[in-house]
Structures are given as structure tokens and as C-alpha cells.
């Protein structure tokens, strides 16, 4: 392995998004790093700020860059694009939103690099970390154990935002989701091909509805429907 492809998908993060950018790029991994910005139709001035951050940075063969800027279709969407763009040999998702210590990517890099395991997640639950909203950490188990009955493999966090994946199963999963339900339909295409995950503890700083915190009930209920549809579609 040379190279990571880190997708940061982007919608309205003005206030973030830089400092997520310059941690990012000051990240050591051991590997040449590819930061793939997807600006997903932000209407604040994400848009600018990449581009002026953008402008100040040199690349080299070590770090790389890579801006998308499209209509607004959904954090999947933008994952989506940002899967077909890559070109390093792992690719993980890393938010514009700060909850994530970007510092902790190393670990599941790590963990990869020494483990029998296809794919590693970050799991917020096994470390013990805060919720903003009970009912939040409530939804998050169940889904979690939803995913763990379905599929036949222990899964703590699967709505996470940190999955690395090897970028030859990343291309081969033939995502469709849009929205939220990108992290169910990942994990579940990723289990009923048979790959094995495995799961790091990560830290988790959450932010409140008032402060940018855009998923919701609904989208709880669209991510069963998907881990429901896709254990018993053949694909």
C-alpha cells in the first residue's frame, strides 16, 4: 500500500472546514495521501474557502489534491463521486464537521496494515465518548445490532463515519445511495460479500442540531430499510 484516498464530502461547513483541511493535510500516515473535496452544493462559502486553501498549497507527490464541486444531491452522492475519482490503494471518508479527531485515521491505517481484515472501522462506541442526543446513541445500537442479526458479523458503530476500505472493494460495491443511507448500504454490500471488518475505538466530539448536525430520525428509518433490502437482494 502507497497511497490513501481520504473523501471529504462537503455541505455547508464554513465554519470547519479549513482547520479539517490543514489537519488533514498535515496528517502523517506512512502513505502519499490523496485529499479528495467534494463540495456537495454548499450554499455558505465552503465553496471559497476550499478554493483560497486550495490556492496556498503546493502539491507533491506525497500529497495531493483533488476538488469536485457539484449540485446537491446527499453526502452519498458526493462519497460516490469521490470513490470513482480515487486512485490510492485505501480509501476512507473523513467529515468537514470536526466530530472525528482526524488524527485517529492512523490507527485504523495501522490496524490494516497488521490485521487478517478486509476493511476497519472506526467505532465511537467502544470508546467511551459523549452523545449530544440520547436518542441518537439509542438509534445507533440498533442499527448497529440490526446489521450485526442480518449479516452474521459483530458490528458496534455502523453508521461511522471513519470505514477504511481497500479502494479494489470500495470500487466493486456499486453504491447507489444518495443520502445518509450511504453507511448502511457500505456495510451491508461489504458483510454479504463476505469481507470481514473489523472495528478500532475512535474518539467522538458531537455537535448539536444548532451548530450543523444535519441526520435525523428519518434517516434512522431509511437505514433499515436498506440493511433490510440489500440482505435480501441478490446482487
Known amino acids: 500500500m502507497k497511497k490513501i484516498s481520504i473523501i471529504i464530502p462537503v455541505y455547508n461547513e464554513e465554519k470547519t472546514i479549513e482547520k479539517i483541511l490543514e489537519i488533514i493535510w498535515r496528517l502523517d500516515l506512512d502513505l502519499n495521501k490523496e485529499i479528495i473535496i467534494v463540495n456537495d452544493g454548499s450554499r455558505d462559502k465552503s465553496k471559497e474557502i476550499i478554493k483560497k486553501y486550495l490556492a496556498k498549497k503546493k502539491q507533491t507527490k506525497e500529497v495531493e489534491f483533488v476538488f469536485i464541486s457539484k449540485e446537491n444531491e446527499g453526502k452519498g452522492s458526493a462519497i ?3 470513490i470513482d475519482k480515487s486512485n490510492g490503494d485505501l480509501v476512507i471518508m473523513q467529515d468537514a464537521d470536526a466530530e472525528y479527531d482526524s ?7 495501522d490496524e490494516i496494515k497488521k490485521s487478517e481484515s478486509d476493511a476497519v472501522y472506526g467505532s465511537r462506541i467502544l470508546k467511551n465518548n459523549p452523545y449530544q442526543y440520547f436518542t441518537y446513541y439509542l438509534g445507533n ?4 445490532f440490526l446489521t450485526s442479526l442480518l449479516y452474521g458479523a459483530k458490528i458496534t458503530d455502523m453508521e461511522t463515519c471513519y470505514k477504511l476500505i481497500p479502494a479494489k472493494i470500495a470500487k466493486g460495491l456499486d453504491l447507489r445511495a444518495k443520502g445518509f443511507d450511504m453507511e448502511p448500504e457500505i ?3 461489504i458483510l454479504k ?6 472495528e478500532v475505538p475512535i474518539s467522538y466530539n458531537p455537535r448539536s442540531k444548532e451548530e450543523g448536525k444535519k441526520i435525523n430520525w428519518k434517516d434512522g428509518l431509511k437505514a433499515v430499510w436498506v440493511l433490510l433490502y440489500w440482505r435480501f437482494k441478490r446482487f
Open 141 to 144: 445500537r440498533f442499527l448497529s
Open 187 to 189: 456495510t451491508a454490500k
Open 80 to 82: 460516490r463521486a469521490g
Open 103 to 109: 488524527s485517529e485515521i492512523r490507527n485504523l491505517v
Open 193 to 198: 460479500k463476505g469481507y470481514k471488518i473489523k
